[in-house]
């Protein structure tokens, strides 16, 4: 009996100073404020609709991959997404753009969609290339439409 008790007396405590030790590595992954985390959020949001309109416009040979990409009454919604998400923002232009947008997409028509679409994209990179100058949000990009951030330099 005693054989048994001493190997897992020795394991709970082993068990215990490991979880100890985890626990107490933990860093706080990042520093940024909410209100910065909830933008940098938005302008992720921003770019993953523009990349679907993107791949819409874009296609794809398969048929029925090409209709899993959306319709023209999606794109719409996704003008609507944009075009809220820029007023939050205070993207002016990238807002007046997507409201275009969402009329074309109103249309129904892919050709009249793409040409709306490519002043609304020019707009948000531009308007996030502007974001990514302040030093609060890091450097920010939305490239092939995938949306990264790298955490600003902490001060010395």
């Excluded at 100890?20 to 938005?42: E, I, R, Y």
């Excluded at 609507?80 to 947008?101: N, P």
């Excluded at 490519?118 to 949306?147: E, N, Q």
């Amino acid at each position: 009996m005693r054989s048994l008790i001493k190997p897992f007396l020795v394991a709970a405590v082993s068990l215990g100073v490991l979880v100890g030790c985890v626990a107490d590595d933990k860093k706080p992954t990042s520093t940024l404020s909410q209100a910065t985390k909830t933008k940098v959020a938005m302008m992720k949001e921003l770019c993953t609709h523009s990349g679907s309109i993107a791949r819409y416009l874009k296609g794809h040979k398969n048929p029925k991959r090409e209709a899993r990409l959306g319709t023209p009454a999606d794109m719409e919604l996704r003008a609507i997404a944009i075009q809220g998400l820029a007023k939050r923002l205070k993207y002016g232009s990238v807002a007046f753009y997507a409201a275009q947008l969402e009329e074309a997409g109103a249309s129904g028509s892919k050709s009249a969609v793409k040409e709306a679409f490519g002043p609304v994209a020019g707009g948000i990179s531009g308007a996030i290339k502007l974001d990514r100058g302040k030093k609060t949000y890091g450097k920010c990009g939305c490239k092939k439409y995938k949306f990264k951030c790298k955490a600003p330099k902490k001060k010395k």
